[in-house]
Structures are given as structure tokens and as C-alpha cells.
């Protein structure tokens, strides 16, 4: 099976690029699902139920999501219909939504770090709750979105050998250690933002630069101009191991 999962998609120039680009993707390396994270979708910030269904129109099977998916207050109901978008399994009980869907014989399962970013329940046991009763397909997709790298490269390592791969978002900047685990796992710290070139992980230069300078709030947008498209494509056996992991990257016209 051929996994291609998208990093986090920022605003409308990430969703133009994966209009433009992931139909020809999906075609060239001939994809069986295509997962990508979906928290900035609009704006930026959040998701809302028509920026979902404008990813699933363009090729995307599944979206995964962080602490920004309830920035939205509309997609609230939509966390709990049928639409395979997933918040991350170890947010508190009780919260919308689920954190892992199953599509096109694989498992996708979305995660959130601790370190840096929030408090939540434990994802290394959150994994381990679910791994104990799991009785689905053998191809096992991990979006981790964590802050930390040492948070992340421990989850991929805690992981090695029970799921195919543990993905990296959520930072916005892509790294350089895509491999494959002695367990047969592949791990990639972050694989990096879909969105505009020309920017600070996806917002306006100028404003972000006002806001180091400053130490002053300023409104942060979405940067305009040239995008690009940040993938990692994992092949995994039938037995759900991973056999390679390649970045892949494209610019949209």
C-alpha cells in the first residue's frame, strides 16, 4: 500500500495547491490513500465543514487535526458525522469527535503531544489502550502533532514495530530524518507545511516580524503569494511494515 500523507494545509493558498497538485500525485506514484492535516485549513486557524469537503473533492481520503480543530465553532457536529475527519484519540472523554478512522484497509489514528503545547491525556498510553483491543487492518497511520522533537522521535521509537508509521506535524517546517525504524516503522519528525513560500510557516512576513520586533500583538494572516507541497509517501508491506519513506515536495504554479 502506498500512503501519502500531506502536512498541515495553511488557508486557502494550501488548499489551491492541493487542488492543483494532488490529483497529478495520486496519478504519478499511483497513492492508495492520501491522508493530510487539516487544523488550518480556514484562515489559518480551524476547520470548518465546506474547507473538509473542498479537501475530500480534491483527493484527500483522510484528515487529522491538533489543537487548533476547534477553532470553528461549526465544526463541532461535523467531528461527530460520519466524515472521516479525526481529532487526536487523547484528548479527555467527552470531547467531539473521534481520534482514529479506518479507510481503504489502513488505520489512521491522530495523536497530540504534551511538551510545549497543552495539557491532554497521555498519548503513549492513549496508543497503548487502543493497540490492546485493535482488530483492524495491519497498515497503521500515526499523525503525531507535537511541538517537541524529542517528544516526537520518542513516540516514533515507543512505536517501532506495532504501527506502519508515525508522522510528524504540526511545526509547519519539514525535517531532514525520514527512515525507516529497526522495527519497521517509518518516522519523520515533521513533514512540513502545504501553504505559501514566502512566509513564516504559512502567515505574513511583515506581521510576524512586527511581532518579534515589538513584542506587541499584531494580527496574524495568511501570507499571500507562490505555494508548496510538503508529503512524505510511505510504502508499507501487507504485514504493515514499512518498506520506504520518501519525501516528496512540489510548488504550484
Known amino acids: 500500500m502506498l500512503v501519502l500523507a500531506i502536512g498541515d494545509i495553511i488557508g486557502k493558498p494550501g488548499r489551491e495547491a492541493i487542488k492543483e497538485l494532488l490529483p497529478g500525485l495520486r496519478q504519478e506514484y499511483g497513492v492508495n490513500l492520501v491522508v493530510a492535516n487539516a487544523e488550518n485549513l480556514a484562515g489559518g486557524l480551524g476547520v470548518t465543514p465546506d474547507t473538509a469537503d473542498e479537501m475530500y473533492e480534491a483527493g484527500v481520503d483522510v484528515l487529522t487535526s491538533g489543537n487548533h480543530v476547534w477553532a470553528k465553532n461549526e465544526i463541532l457536529p461535523y467531528l461527530d458525522s460520519e466524515a472521516p475527519l479525526i481529532r487526536p484519540l ?25 511538551t510545549f503545547i497543552g495539557e491532554f491525556d497521555c498519548p503513549f498510553r492513549a496508543m ?28 516514533g521509537h515507543y512505536l517501532d514495530g506495532r ?20 522495527g519497521g516503522t517509518a518516522y519523520v519528525t515533521d513533514i512540513g ?14 506581521n510576524v516580524l512586527k ?32 518498506v520506504k519513506i520518501e519525501r516528496v515536495y512540489r510548488e504550484a504554479d
Open 90 to 114: 487523547n484528548y479527555p472523554p467527552g470531547v467531539p469527535g473521534r481520534g482514529c478512522v479506518t479507510a481503504h484497509k489502513a488505520t489512521v489514528v491522530n495523536l497530540i503531544g504534551r
Open 163 to 182: 504501527v506502519s508509521a508515525v508522522l510528524g506535524t504540526h511545526t509547519h517546517v519539514g525535517t531532514t530524518d525520514a527512515r525507516i525504524l529497526p
Open 128 to 155: 497503548d489502550a487502543l493497540l490492546a483491543s485493535y482488530q483492524g487492518p495491519p497498515v497503521i497511520i500515526v499523525d503525531f502533532h507535537a511541538e517537541a522533537t524529542s517528544e516526537k522521535m520518542a513516540m
Open 193 to 206: 507545511m502545504t501553504g505559501p513560500i514566502d512566509s513564516v510557516i504559512g502567515d505574513d512576513t511583515d
Open 211 to 242: 511581532r518579534f520586533l515589538t513584542s506587541l500583538p499584531h494580527h496574524m494572516a495568511v501570507a499571500k503569494g507562490r505555494s508548496m507541497l510538503n508529503a512524505v509517501l510511505v510504502d508499507v508491506n501487507r504485514e504493515g511494515r514499512a
